[in-house]
DNA sequence: TAAATCCTGTCA
DNA sequence: TGACAGGATTTA
């Protein structure tokens, strides 16, 4: 489910929610959701491990614990993160895979119903093991405008949509995010990096933080599944130019939205303005 | 660069 | 009933 901004929205709630308290407990229903290490292996060491702070890099989530260890969430397709105060606990909820239980009385839920997600207690030299090793810049502070151009001109053989769902090129941006990037810098989505005009890939650039910070600001885009770690959904669903809008007309220039699929992956785009 | 894979749910 | 789904890796 979540890109960027929906784990970046999770990561600011949880900053203020869960940074100060303590991992008691681990309850795991799914022993598929621990990515490592061994299960028993995972309850035994997430005992008594602090919440000293959150981070996150692409579309992972790291709680930074004592004793350096540090927990690695990527909530891919359907995963939800949520954070439940002691007196409101649900019971009986479906696909709920992991509970991390807190000194305080809350605990944390990672529930999944396709089952991609997953949980990671690493320590430092460990980070391979999630992946995060693999990952390109983070879209938000990783590189400038001029580095990012460097990096398209190495790629100049790829389209540019493949281009940007690929994490080791740059990390956070998923499909909807992409297509609504696109539009928004006035690409056409099946174009080669190398083909792109000179004032591009600064405009595009801009366009995708731009678009990035919007979802944050509006506290993600709740297509399907997306809650965020209070259990609510995000807004920026209402503010889509073109994803998931295939036959509507588009609100700038009145083209018909439409729909191919690139990489596997359904992509919209306008094609007045792209 | 595409398809298969990991899974379950929803919608047309 | 088949197509499709905010992801990512592996294999062909």
Same mark, same amino acid.
């Given at each position: 489910m979540p890109e960027l901004p929906e784990v970046e929205v999770i990561r600011r709630e949880l900053c203020s929610l869960a940074v100060g308290d303590t991992?008691?407990?681990?309850?795991?229903?799914?022993?598929?959701?621990?990515?490592?290490?061994?299960?028993?292996?995972?309850?035994?060491?997430?005992?008594?491990?602090?919440?000293k702070d959150l981070s996150r890099k692409g579309k992972f989530l790291i709680f930074h614990l004592g004793g350096s260890f540090l927990l690695v969430v990527h909530l891919r397709m359907t995963g939800n993160l949520t954070y439940v105060s002691d007196n409101q606990k649900p019971s009986g909820q479906k696909h709920l895979h992991i509970v991390l239980f807190l000194r305080s009385g809350a605990a944390l839920y990672f529930s999944d119903p396709r089952k991609f997600g997953r949980l990671w207690l690493l320590k430092p030299g460990e980070e391979h093991i999630a992946g995060l090793d693999r990952l390109g810049p983070d879209w938000l502070y990783g590189v400038t405008a001029g580095q990012f151009k460097k990096r398209l001109a190495a790629r100049g053989n790829s389209r540019i949509k493949t281009l940007l769902l690929d994490q080791r090129f740059m990390a956070g941006l998923?499909? %909807?995010?992409a297509d609504e990037s696109l539009k928004r810098a006035g690409i056409h989505p099946a174009v080669r990096a190398g083909s792109l005009k000179q004032t591009d890939p600064e405009r595009l650039f801009r366009a995708i933080q731009k678009t990035l910070a919007e979802g944050i600001k509006y506290g993600g885009t709740s297509f399907r599944d997306y809650l965020n770690a209070s259990g609510k959904p995000g807004g920026f669903q209402?503010?889509?130019?073109?994803?998931?809008?295939?036959?509507?007309?588009?609100?700038?220039?009145?083209?018909?939205?439409?729909? %191919?699929?690139?990489?596997g992956r359904g992509t919209y785009y306008c094609p007045g303005c792209q």
């Open positions: 991992m008691v407990n681990a309850e795991i229903n799914f022993s598929g959701s621990v990515g490592f290490p061994p299960v028993q292996d995972f309850r035994r060491h997430i005992k008594n491990l602090v919440i998923g499909n %909807i995010y209402k503010r889509l130019l073109v994803y998931g809008r295939k036959g509507e007309h588009c609100e700038q220039c009145g083209s018909v939205i439409e729909r %191919i699929v690139m990489g």
